[in-house]
């Protein structure tokens, strides 16, 4: 089974502009989670989308959205970026979401976003 | 306060030593336990899922939940040059689907 695929791989983007990362989760996961990884904060949980729906969301200001397409594809996206997004985005997929015991997260190989 | 600390390193270990890494946490309603591996340029993946507190094992790896203590451990024996990578523990809620939180994580490096 392919694993979790990011694109594109690496990015750079000047303040002020938007950027789109994009995420095909593992064939037969419907949850996809997005965080953010830098040195000075390790990795932060920005968003989780099951079905379509967002279902959980971390501390980020409302620049940091994202969607989830029927095929459970997710796209993520943030406007108007500042040079403390730059960062590793990670994308993580799982077989479901909700209930008691929390699914394996599989994570992709991320998109690395540099502001200058 | 974090909600999980972790040792900063980095570590620096000879092949072969036993490495322990470990993480707190102050939110008590974590009950999911786990620990990831990331080698550079590379995504993290699962290497141990803890529930509660006890005692795992797998091969040369164990995992120890504290949770009067807050406590985290990983045991790394007899370890390799392959071991080599970034560890993050990381943490979940009973039924709060797919939030982690995460350490900050520390680099370990085997020394042939």
């Known amino acids: 089974k392919a694993g979790v695929t990011q694109t594109p791989r690496y990015l750079i983007k000047t303040r002020g502009q938007q950027v789109t990362l994009s995420c095909s989760p593992i064939s037969g996961h419907r949850s996809v989670s997005w965080y953010q990884q830098t040195p000075g904060q390790g990795l932060q949980f920005l968003f989780e989308?099951?079905?379509?729906?967002?279902?959980n969301k971390g501390n980020f200001p409302g620049r940091f959205s994202g969607r989830q397409f029927s095929n459970s594809r997710s796209e993520m996206n943030v406007s108007t970026l500042e040079l403390g997004d730059s960062a590793l985005y990670l994308c993580?997929?799982?077989?479901?979401?909700?209930?008691?015991?929390?699914?394996?997260?599989?994570f992709g190989p991320g998109t690395r976003l540099t502001v200058l | 306060q974090k909600e999980v600390e972790q040792d900063p390193g980095p570590l620096s270990v000879p092949e072969g030593a036993i490495v322990s890494l470990n993480c707190t946490y102050s939110?008590?309603?974590?009950?999911?336990f786990m620990w990831y591996r990331q080698y550079s340029r590379k995504g993290p993946e699962l290497l141990m899922y803890t529930y509660s507190s006890g005692n795992k094992e797998d091969g040369r790896f164990t995992a120890q939940v504290d949770k009067s203590s807050k406590y985290i451990s990983l045991f790394i024996r007899d370890s390799q040059p392959s071991d080599s990578a970034t560890y993050l523990c990381a943490m979940s809620e009973t039924g709060a689907n797919s939030k982690l939180t995460f350490g900050k994580g520390i680099t370990l490096s085997v020394r042939p």
């Open positions: 993580a997929s799982s077989l479901t979401s909700g209930g008691t015991r929390p699914d394996t997260q599989y």
């Open positions: 989308y099951f079905s379509e729906t967002q279902r």
């Open positions: 939110n008590s309603a974590f009950q999911y």
